[in-house]
C-alpha cells in the first residue's frame, strides 16, 4: 500500500510516486488541509442539520477527507465525475453550490445541480451504476479524440455489484479514459469488506486486464499521486485504472445508520489514531508552515462555509406541486405530458370553491 506520509505525520520517501507530487509545496499542502478541513465542518454542519430535522437524510464522509480532496484536486476542469451519495467533498471541489448539495437531501429536489456547470453529475443512489455511466462518457470523449477523462467513485460494497464489473468489462475492452476510484472505507453499510472479498480489492481489477494501485486513502499526497498517475494514463490512451483507497467510515452509513450495532468500538479507536487532516496538520506544524494565525483562518473559512449551507438549507424556497415534471426528460415527451396533466386536474380538485371548502359525504354537503 502506497503511503507519501504515515500516520503520525512523518513525510516518507517513495521514488516511484514523489514525482507526481513535487509541485506539493507548503502553500499547496495547506490548500489540501483546508478543503480537509472545510469538508469535515460541511459534514459535520450537515448531519447537525439532519438530527435537527431540517435534513430527511445525510451520508456521512467523515474520515475520507483525504481520499476525496487528494483525487479531487487532481483533476482537471475539463474531466467529468461520476459519483455515489457520499462524495460531498468532491462536490465542494468542483464548485457545486452548497445549497445544492443538500437540496436532495432536504427533499426539495430530485437532483441537486446543472452536471455540466461544473463536470460532475449528481449523485448517484443507485450503488454502482455510476461506473456504467462513467465508462459510456470515457467512450465518447475516446470518440471525440479529447484528452480529457472521467472517474467514477464508489465503496468497497460497489465492487460485488454487477455493474461494476460490467463497466469494467466495456472499459477494458476498449481502453476509454476513465479511472475507477474506490474508497474502501471497509463496511458496505453493515457488511466487513472481509466478506465481500478474500483478496484485496485492487486484485480483482486484473481479471478485467486493468492496471490498479492501492494506496493509503488518508494520506492526501498518495491519493493525489495515484490519480495523477491514473489520469496521465487516461490522457496518454492508455486505458483505465483501478485505485483502492483504503481509508475507513468513521460515522454512520447514513444518519439512519446505527454502527455500533455492528462496529468494534476499539475498530473505530484504531483507525481514529490514522485521521487524514491530523497528519497533515502534524506535518505542517512540524516544517513551520502552520502557526496559530494559518490554523484561525482556516478553521474561520471552515465555520463560514457550515453557516452558509446552514443559511441555504433553512431558506431553501419550497418546490411548487408541479416542478416535479421538471428535468425528467430532455425533450417533450407525450406519455409525462399526459401524466401532468392527470396531476394538474388532481390538485385542481383539491383547491377550495369560491374559498369554502366542502366535504361530500353520504350524498350530503356539509
Not at 448517484?124 to 480529457?148: F, K
Not at 452509513?253 to 450495532?261: S, V
Not at 428535468?327 to 370553491?353: C, F, I, K, N
Amino acid at each position: 500500500m502506497v503511503q507519501l506520509v504515515t500516520a503520525h505525520g512523518e513525510r516518507i520517501s517513495n521514488p516511484e510516486f514523489d514525482p507526481w507530487v513535487q509541485d506539493m509545496d507548503h502553500e499547496h499542502l495547506l490548500s489540501l488541509f483546508e478543503d480537509m478541513t472545510v469538508i469535515r465542518r460541511l459534514d459535520v454542519e450537515a448531519t447537525a442539520l439532519q438530527r435537527q430535522g431540517e435534513l430527511a437524510l445525510w451520508p456521512p464522509l467523515l474520515g475520507q477527507e483525504a481520499s476525496q480532496i487528494g483525487s479531487a484536486r487532481a483533476l482537471r476542469s475539463d474531466d467529468f465525475v461520476f459519483s455515489s451519495y457520499r462524495e460531498n467533498g468532491v462536490a465542494y471541489c468542483r464548485g457545486v453550490n452548497l445549497t445544492d448539495i443538500v437540496r436532495v437531501w432536504r427533499g426539495n429536489s430530485s437532483s441537486g445541480w446543472n452536471p455540466y456547470t461544473v463536470n460532475m453529475a449528481t449523485p448517484q443512489i443507485i450503488i454502482g451504476a455510476q461506473t456504467l455511466h462513467a465508462t459510456g462518457y470515457a467512450m465518447g470523449i475516446q470518440s471525440d479524440g479529447a484528452d480529457s477523462a472521467a472517474i467514477a467513485y464508489f465503496g468497497d460494497g460497489a465492487t460485488s455489484e454487477g455493474d461494476v464489473n460490467e463497466a469494467m468489462v466495456f472499459a477494458a475492452s476498449f481502453q476509454v479514459p476513465v479511472v475507477f476510484f474506490c474508497q474502501n472505507n471497509h463496511w458496505a453499510i453493515s457488511e466487513p469488506v472481509a466478506l465481500q472479498s478474500p483478496v484485496q480489492l485492487s486484485d480483482r481489477a486484473a481479471g478485467f486486464g486493468i492496471p490498479s494501485l492501492r494506496v493509503d486513502g488518508n494520506d492526501v499526497l498518495a491519493v493525489m499521486a495515484a490519480t495523477r498517475i491514473a489520469l496521465d494514463r487516461a490522457r496518454r490512451g492508455g486505458g483505465p485504472t483501478f485505485i483502492e483507497a483504503v481509508t475507513y467510515r468513521m460515522g454512520p452509513h447514513t444518519t439512519a445508520d446505527d454502527p455500533t450495532r455492528y462496529r468494534d468500538a476499539n475498530e473505530l479507536e484504531d483507525w481514529s489514531a490514522k485521521d487524514p487532516i491530523e497528519r497533515i496538520r502534524v506535518l505542517l506544524e512540524s516544517e513551520g508552515a502552520l502557526g496559530p494565525e494559518v490554523a484561525a483562518r482556516i478553521q474561520g473559512k471552515a465555520d463560514t462555509v457550515a453557516g452558509e449551507i446552514r443559511k441555504g438549507c433553512i431558506g431553501m424556497a419550497e418546490p411548487e406541486a408541479m416542478d416535479i415534471f421538471a428535468h425528467v426528460y430532455s425533450t417533450p415527451h407525450s406519455w409525462l405530458d399526459r401524466q401532468q396533466e392527470q396531476y394538474g386536474r388532481y390538485l385542481a380538485m383539491l383547491e377550495p370553491d369560491d374559498g369554502r371548502s366542502a366535504i361530500v359525504t353520504g350524498g350530503q354537503q356539509r
